[in-house]
């Protein structure tokens, strides 16, 4: 069918031409092959021409190689990158509340030194630090990138400010409380072992001066103690490997003797003041 139409079309163009109608069949031919639906084939460019899309593409990846990649910061070397340029608002003993939209502020003004990607984790963990939520919470304004004023901070950012502070205040509390509960309660635990292990030392003690005081057979013994020889044995054992128990020293004498006691009043008897003496001259 496309064969047919091709030389039909031929045909036409040969007859126009020998009729003085140039012009009339290059108008008309590509109508007619399109009324044909036959394809029509697309110039074939010169040697020398290469094409506009090519062209365009490899300008463009020209100049993506020849700009400098902008390197990632981590938040560290952002935030000290922030103080360096814009000291009024990162170089503060305190944050401040930021002004809104302040990330497009700083690529207008610090272009190519921060990525969107370094710049957004850094605003991120800026903005919900404890610091920061208090500043929103009490500061009356935001301030912009040369520590001026830029519009007063709305209610529902002072007032989730304020919910979050109290979130975390209250999780702090918490997380206090429990820990001190579990150090009551290990001393608690450690306090009765104490006492357990003081206990039997002493059992063991008391064990062994009887089993050495008494008379009675050791078979005997253990029937009156209610113990059978192994454990008899242990106990014994124990009490002999315990150490002594810790005795306070006296303390040492005086070395000018023993103090006469103190003189009583008789009753009835009035105690004389003691006589005055005057200095002497």
């Not at 993506?64 to 608002?89: H, Q």
């Not at 809104?100 to 710049?119: H, V, Y």
């Not at 610091?131 to 304004?141: E, F, G, I, T, W």
């Amino acid at each position: 069918m496309a064969g047919a139409a091709a030389a039909c079309a031929g045909g036409l163009v040969h007859r126009l031409k020998s009729c003085g109608h140039q012009n009339a069949a290059t108008i008309r031919l590509p109508i007619f092959l399109r009324c044909l639906n036959v394809p029509q084939i697309p110039p074939e460019p010169a040697e020398n021409q290469t094409p506009a899309i090519a062209t365009d593409a490899t300008a463009d990846a020209a100049v993506a190689s020849a700009a400098p990649a902008v390197p990632e910061l981590s938040p560290a070397a952002c935030a000290a990158r922030l103080a360096e340029l814009f000291p009024a608002l990162f170089a503060t003993h305190a944050p401040q509340p930021l002004k809104l939209r302040i990330q497009a502020d700083i690529q207008q003004r610090a272009p190519g030194i921060f990525t969107k990607k370094s710049l957004s984790i850094f605003l991120h963990r800026h903005t919900t630090n404890t610091a920061y939520l208090r500043a929103v919470a009490n500061a009356p304004q935001r301030i912009d990138l040369d520590g001026q004023p830029a519009g007063d901070i709305a209610d529902e950012h002072r007032q989730a400010a304020v919910a979050e502070l109290d979130r975390r205040r209250a999780m702090h509390d918490a997380r206090r409380d429990a820990e001190r509960e579990a150090q009551r309660s290990a001393n608690d635990e450690a306090r009765r072992a104490r006492a357990a292990e003081e206990e039997q030392r002493r059992e063991a003690s008391g064990l062994l001066r009887a089993f050495e005081s008494t008379t009675l057979t050791r078979a005997n013994f253990c029937a009156l103690k209610g113990l059978t020889e192994a454990q008899l044995d242990t106990m014994l054992t124990q009490a002999r490997q315990a150490p002594p128990p810790v005795r306070l020293e006296a303390r040492p004498a005086d070395p000018r003797g023993p103090r006469p006691p103190p003189q009583q009043q008789q009753p009835g008897s009035r105690q004389r003041p003691p006589p005055n003496r005057r200095p002497a001259r």
